[in-house]
């Protein structure tokens, strides 16, 4: 599975923040949540769909989401995650902390 | 990224080494959760529609979802905790690690089982004798009440008939009292069987309710039958209910003839009942209130058991009270300075006061094995350990953590123990089916020894102990920071740095330190046991057969039928082929019973006699023996003065007495015994009480009665046909033999059923057995010590033995540049030696200061020999360190044959 040179491996740990991130627009299964990243970056950013249920259930786990079967507009039965107020709260540190991050690199970088 | 960054590392690192490790894979893991699956096939459904008509649409689905089995397994973990699952997969690895290295695993194993297998059986010993409770009800409230004439060198003594009824008439302290007296012998049935002897107890009807024992047919005897007159009724032990009479449960009613005299059955004692010894059958003592025996007749056994809420301290007060009262009241009996006394023991101190010190020593020398097995196998685990440093190292750098990898480690000490603990249980049962054959005659309640729950429970105790105990050094050790070095260390061949040597130094000198001072204990053991054997008893034991046996009164009144029936007996014996010569006594000396009887003596101030107001002569307690003509002779008890007894000492001519050379010291310092007139009976009827004197026509060496190492009593003989008192009616007749005595066992049987065919003849022995028979607790604890010590000495020898074999082969390289550099083969030797030497005396010195300040609770045990006794503390040590040297022989051996050529190119 080698990634195509014009798209970006994900940095660990952003999955899951992107995971909550896109959760904010309102409850959604795995597939369309990896649609929506990869829409929202231009299809730039490139999920490993391996790797995204792991992280679904390990965020449930965690109580930051709440997973629930439902029928999809497709007609076909699918499991619906959805942002508990825990996750909403995680979101927003974790969107702070990126920031700072993200920022501090530009700073960095920018001089080149 | 805090704490969602977190989140995908256990993925690798786990992830990796669960595949390294299981290429079976765990099979729960990859079970299919109906809810992922049905998530995932949604996916590659939707994955699938994309490319919808394509024909790689299958492909690409799954292309872009990935292995679903992984992501299955991963979830798996994640939500079931990863912690149960990591524990199978540390036992597998370690179960496996176990199975690469058969013979570290064999060797650490039988060390283990060795260890733990002593550890085992002999808990399951103490735990029975020293720590079960008796099976009675509250037996922690039964006392056993004895009597006492300090002075008199009686510090415990039975109760007389007046005595016992003073005592439960008075005493404020007891619910109840109860007399018994066991061990005697009855001849069961009669006219058509062959004649059995059966053991036989007495006792007062409170004996039974006391105990709380119920019989489990028909009932005890009630106060009324334990009357004089009322008392012909029994109670059967559950074995004889079951061999005699099958196990009839309409038993009650029946007849049992002992000693020609018929006996209703009233009940069945329950199955494993042994109160006072294994007797066969109980009958009421019947003490006779209205006529009391004599008040210096000591017979009886008595038991109390505590009022609700008397304390042990307050019934030793009235029992004082008690004491001094009899005193006030009967001064010619207890006083003034014989040093009377009463006073309780709980019952279980009284059974186990005598072998609790043995079993404490074993308790520790089996301790002591294990620990020495332990530091053997943390030695071996250190040593294999180097050759996995690389392995760890790998495993840390992929991230494993340092308590993960510890948890790796003691999971595999923790199985390598408890595999060991499997096959120490199995040893330790054999091991207890062994001491129980040997310790019948010595310990309480042997049948009751046996691997219980607690015992189980102890055994796995000990398992995880000595897991963790011999584990956690290698474990430490191998994480040790500094370690993380080691894949490049290893790469150039000089792992197990000075730090691992260390350890396994220190594991060395304390097994050599700890198999010290066991072999030191057994080496005083020993050497008491050979003083012990060295004692003369003051007769020879070889060739001499005993047997018992016990007229019935009924048949045999007292009088000269009773002696006749010996002499014939033994007249036709002394004709068999192979017969020396032939004799009996009343008591045989180290046989099951003793007995002691007053002497008074005509003409002596010797300060060991008693003296009684109304009575002219002073008396003193004697082992008073009743023997026939040849009893001497065939015992070979040398003869210092005068003559033995002859077919002419008849109860019509004079009255004669032979006594020890003690009672002869004692008495008669400096003055001839011969001729001097001694008495133990009085006058019938005369007042004041006029002596019946017999004249000591002999006197003979002093005998050992108890125990070879008890002095024991001043003894006095005489003729049975001059017996007083009925104290001949039961005699052992001992006969010395040409060749072995067991050959004559039939024929001299057949003489005394030629005699009397209903007479019973029992505890049929050689004079060696009878010896052997009170030597069986110190042989026991003898043997045990002796075994656990050349166990901790052979582990001790491992122990050295790897430390250098190992040290030398760690040390191939240097040693090799030493010897291209000009060392000789010889001093490659003498460098590993020394080594050696250095552990070992080391580990000397510390097990000697051990051994010092350890031994002394072996006093009990010593006979003849100090607790620091120079011979033992002497040979021990240089045992010990010829032993070391002998280990580091051929690790020496082979660092003088390193080839310099072949090291260099190694590398």
Known sequence: ?????????????????????????????????????????????????????????????????????????????????????????QLLQEKSKWERLAGAIARVMRPA | MGALGGGNRPRHAAGLIVRLRLPWRSRRASESDPDIDAELRYHLEMLGEEREGRPDSGTYAHRKLGNATLIREEIYYMNHGFLLESIGQDLVYAARTMRKNPLFTATAVAALALG????????????????????????????????????????????????????????????????????????????????????????????????????????????????????????????LWRSLYAGDRNIAGKTIRLNGRPFTIIGVLPEGFDFAGDNQVWTPLGLDRANPSNRGNHNWQVIARLKPGATLAEAQTDLHAFADRLLKQFPNNYGPNLGWGVFAVPLREELVAKIRPALLILMAAVGFVLLIACANIANLLLVRASAREKEISIRTALGAGRWRTVRQLLTESLLLALVGSGAGLALGAWGLFAIRGMSAGILPHVGKIELDAAVLWFTFAIALFTGILFGLAPAVRLTHPSLLGAIQESARGSSGGRGGQRLRNVLVVAEIAFSLMLVTGAGLAIRGFRELLRVDP????????????????????????????????LNRIRTLPGVVTAGAISILPMGKSSSSGSVSVENSNSQSLQHVPNFAYGYLETDQRFITPGYLETMKTPLVAGRSFTSADTSNSPGVAIVDSKFAATIWPGQNPLGQRISISNVPNSNPPRPVWCTVVGVVAHVHNFALDQEGRVQAYFPDTQDPFDGSRAMTVTIRTSSDPESLISAARQQVLAVDRSEPVFDVLTMDAVVAGSLEQPRLSLSLLSLFAAVAGILAAIGVYGVMAFGVSQRRRELGIRMALGARPGDMWRMVIGDGLRLGLLGIVLGLAGAFSLTRFMAPLLFGVGTHDPVTFTIVPLALLTVALLASWIPALRAGRVEPIGVLRQE
């Open chain 1, 1 to 89: 599975m080698k990634p195509p040179l014009d798209r970006l491996e994900l940095l660990q740990g952003t999955l899951e923040m992107m995971i909550l991130r896109t959760l904010l627009l309102g409850p959604s299964n795995g597939y369309q949540i990896a649609k929506t990243i990869e829409q929202m970056s231009d299809e730039v950013l490139q999920i490993d769909h391996g790797s995204l249920y792991p992280a679904l259930h390990r965020l449930e786990k965690r109580g930051w989401l709440a997973g629930k079967w439902s029928v999809s507009d497709t007609g076909r039965k699918a499991r619906n995650y959805r942002l508990t107020a825990a996750g909403r709260r």
């Open chain 2, 116 to 239: 733990i297998g002593a550890n085992t059986a002999i808990f399951s010993v103490v735990h029975a004798v020293l720590l079960n409770s008796l099976p009675y009800r509250e037996p922690e409230r039964i006392v056993k009440v004895w009597g006492q004439l300090t002075h008199d060198s009686l510090p415990q003594l039975p109760f007389s008939d007046p005595e016992f009824f003073d005592l439960a008439d008075t005493n404020r302290a007891f619910d109840s009292v109860a007399a018994y007296y066991s061990g005697f012998g009855a001849n069961l049935g009669g006219d058509d069987a062959t004649p059995v002897r059966i053991t036989r107890g007495f006792s007062t009807a409170s004996l039974f309710p006391l105990l709380g024992v119920k019989p489990i047919l028909g009932r005890p005897y009630s106060p009324e039958e334990d009357q004089p007159g009322h008392s012909q009724v029994a109670m059967l032990s559950f074995p």
């Open chain 2, 538 to 569: 003051g007769f020879r034991t070889d060739h001499i057969l005993t047997m018992r046996m016990s007229l019935p009164a009924v048949t045999y009144p007292q009088g000269p039928r009773v002696a006749r029936f010996y002499d014939q007996v």
